[in-house]
């Protein structure tokens, strides 16, 4: 599950910074932190929040969480092999036995914080997303 929520104090509405946390979710409730140094930024017309849509924060946030992009000769099927393998094993240091290619296989929820709702004019129940 990732939990985005704007990152900048003051509304700008010519930027739009977002912040990411990316959590597990397990099967007794806990959840147990995998990223939390993840976000993006955007600049524009001073609108850039009304025009920024639920659908496109939503895809931005399951994007900038991983897997990245291939580079350096590596292959996309490599790519998405050693992003659930690092977070497989950050769950294994937690005493979390799981696959990584399971891991992988997971829904992937995104919940959108409130102050970042009230900027793109959408209600809190609007706030979560799955695949």
Known sequence: MTFVEADDPVADPRQMSVSARHEA??????????????????????????????EEIVDTARMVVGPDEPFGGRSQKNMEEDHWSSLAAVLQRRGVEVDAAELGRLPHDVVLGEQLLARVGHQPDDGVQSS
């Open 25 to 54: 979710v397990l099967t007794n409730g806990g959840r147990v932190l995998l990223l939390a140094d993840r976000g993006w930024s955007a600049s524009g017309p001073p609108s850039i929040w009304a025009m920024a849509s639920v």
